[in-house]
């Protein structure tokens, strides 16, 4: 008989060949955790190629999902539990399971010809080199294929069952309930009664043996975390932002039109929304980037909202577009989910190295605003916001997403849109000059240029990438023509910053609950932006327990900068940047305020470490103590 252990957190990787289904395992666990009330958060973890060699090192796929009964900002460095379908899974992450961690492994494929292609000499399995580990194994390929005798699937789909077993087993290990995941199955293989029973089959096989056996002496809780009041729901990044988009075309009154070419990490965003034709959404698959975004900036152009979302690559391709989108002046919002570089690069790794590129990859003076969520959720605010102002200054906005954001999910609460503040797209509708003319370039508070639709009365007026006169709009080659353009459309994104809130650091010094001896701010401040937010908020919050100060500071807007973030940085002695490039954000600090700003550079294809970060702040904040 197992005894019940609660915890207040856990972490789960499970890992495998890509065929072992090991992301959907992980998504379901995930749903489980979302049902329950869990704080949690996932980072999937895959191979670029369809169907990389089978018991590989280079063909593991893993899904990690941390899950807590308290505010979690990442899915963990390590994990407490790893489940290995094959020698490959062990091999590939042993090394990230801390001593006295729990290993579950199916011992179906550990056989000499298994572990010699992954470089083992031995079974580690009985070996002893496991020794330091909690290790619990099973057959679970032979168990599955027991399970679902009779009900008419073949070897391969029976064998493709076990991870529904290995699921089975994990759902009664940490006292979650079967029926859900039993209902998923129903909806997932409906169409195929043999696969559906097989499924469910070895999943009620794995939950028993669970029960059964005597492989676990112990049986975990996770208990419910605490939550604002509302309805929340289980959201990966990508999802958050095709809603963030649908909500942001909502709110103005106008068609959303998509013009994407798929990508990874970003094609989730296209899949998405192109569920959503009855919502007014149009999604137009092009032959290539170059038609993608030319396809947005002309439906842009004709009245609707457009879009076009990519990776690096594609973004490269576009940036002509881009760079017509801020000559005629029109709404376009474009979504970089940046993905590890350069060129093709490790397409389903993450990276933030394409910050430079949205600032400045265009020929002439082409200023856009630049905008990033902090969270898989934030896409939905950044989305709407990209939306609405694309729409108020008539200008292509940039939204840098990445694929840790893309593809990982956390708890969202589903905002009321009847809470959201309206946008208006603010077309003209009748002559703006004198002697009833149009003037499609005449500014008004804010310097965006009158939207007028094509087809409108007495609204005719030209487009293009050449030059424009300043008013008329008329081809213009004139120099001080040219030079006041460019000052009013560079002004003109500058002055966005009177829409962007003041930063509000995250000091000791302004928490009520301070200690009253400690008095002055932190020496060290940490500055970030976008998917750091997690890694850097848990790293501070570890620091902090030990008793050191560190101050916190997160940027979503990029381009404009907040209004205060110059007086923010000057109160600091040390500014360190934890990016996931080799030191982008620091350079535009050190070269726009003029501080000391130090780079924190990760650039392996994985979340920046919360363990090492904090780390190296505690080294940093002692250093400036001496």
């Known amino acids: 008989m197992s005894s019940e252990h609660v915890l207040d957190r856990v972490v789960i990787r499970f890992a495998g060949d890509s065929g072992d289904g090991m992301q959907l395992t992980g998504n379901r666990f995930t749903a489980d955790a979302a049902r329950y009330g869990n704080d949690f958060s996932t980072l999937p973890n895959f191979p670029a190629e369809i169907r990389a060699p089978a018991g590989t090192l280079s063909g593991v796929s893993s899904f990690q999902l941390h899950f807590a009964s308290f505010d979690i900002r990442t899915p963990g460095d390590a994990p407490d539990v790893l489940v290995a379908m094959n020698p490959a899974a062990l091999k590939a992450n042993i090394g990230d399971l801390p001593k006295g961690g729990i290993v579950i492994a199916d011992t179906a494929d550990f056989t000499p010809r298994n572990l010699k292609k992954v470089g083992y000499e031995s079974d580690p399995l009985t070996d002893g080199s496991l020794d330091s580990y909690q290790v619990h194994t099973a057959n679970l390929t032979a168990m599955t294929a027991e399970a679902v005798k009779g009900m008419g699937v073949g070897r391969a789909d029976a064998t493709r069952a076990k991870n529904m077993f290995a699921l089975g087993m994990l759902t009664w290990l940490y006292n979650r309930p079967i029926e859900p995941t039993l209902a998923f199955l129903d909806r997932k293989f409906g169409g195929s009664t043999a696969v559906r029973d097989a499924n469910k089959a070895a999943l009620r096989s794995g939950y028993a043996f669970g029960e059964t056996s005597e492989l676990f002496a112990v049986r975990y809780t996770v208990a419910p975390a605490a939550q604002l009041p509302g309805t929340y729901r289980q959201i990966h990044g990508n999802q958050a932002l095709a809603y963030g988009l649908m909500a942001g075309a909502e709110l103005a009154g106008l068609p959303l039109f998509l013009g994407a070419y798929p990508i990874t990490p970003a094609s989730d965003v296209l899949h998405e929304l192109s569920r959503h034709k009855a919502l007014g959404v149009t999604t137009f698959q092009a032959e290539d980037e170059i038609a993608a975004a030319g396809a947005a900036l002309g439906a842009s ?326």
């Open 301 to 626: 152009f004709g009245g609707a909202l457009g879009v076009t979302v990519s990776s690096g690559p594609g973004i490269e391709l576009k940036l002509e577009t881009i760079g017509l989108g801020v000559m005629l002046e029109l709404p376009l919002v474009v979504v970089n989910v940046q993905r590890a570089g350069p060129s093709t690069g490790m397409p389903t790794k993450t990276e933030q190295a394409d910050l430079l590129q949205a600032l400045y990859g265009r020929n002439g003076e082409a200023p856009v605003p630049v905008l990033a969520p902090e969270s898989p959720g934030d896409c939905f605010d950044i989305a709407v916001e990209a939306c609405r102002i694309a729409l108020r200054y008539r200008t292509p906005v940039m939204i840098l997403s990445d694929g840790y954001l893309a593809n990982g999910s956390e708890p969202w609460r589903v905002p009321d849109l009847a809470d959201l503040p309206r946008i208006d797209p603010g077309f003209a509708t009748e002559p703006n000059g004198p002697d009833g003319t149009f003037l499609p370039y005449k500014r008004d508070d804010v310097g965006a240029r009158a939207w007028a639709l094509p087809g409108t009365p007495g609204l005719e007026h030209r487009v293009g990438g050449l030059e424009k006169a300043d008013l008329t709009g008329n081809i213009s080659y004139d120099p001080a023509n040219h030079e006041r353009m460019v000052i009013l459309r560079e002004e003109k994104i500058a002055g966005i910053v009177r829409d962007i809130p003041d930063l509000q650091v995250d000091d000791p010094v302004d928490d009520p609950r301070a200690d009253e001896e400690a008095t002055g701010r932190a020496d060290v401040l940490v500055v970030g932006w976008g998917s750091t937010s997690g890694p850097i908020a848990a790293a501070v919050r570890r620091v902090r327990l030990t008793g050191r100060r560190v101050a916190r500071l997160h940027l979503r807007h990029l381009n404009p900068l907040p209004a205060n973030l110059g007086t923010i940085l000057s109160q600091y002695r040390r500014i360190i940047v934890p990016e996931m490039n080799r030191g982008q954000l620091t350079t535009i600090l050190r070269a726009r305020y003029l501080v000391p700003a130090e780079p924190y550079s990760r650039v392996r294809g994985l979340p920046i470490s919360l363990t090492e970060l904090a780390a190296d702040l505690i080294r940093i904040i002692d250093e400036e103590a001496k």
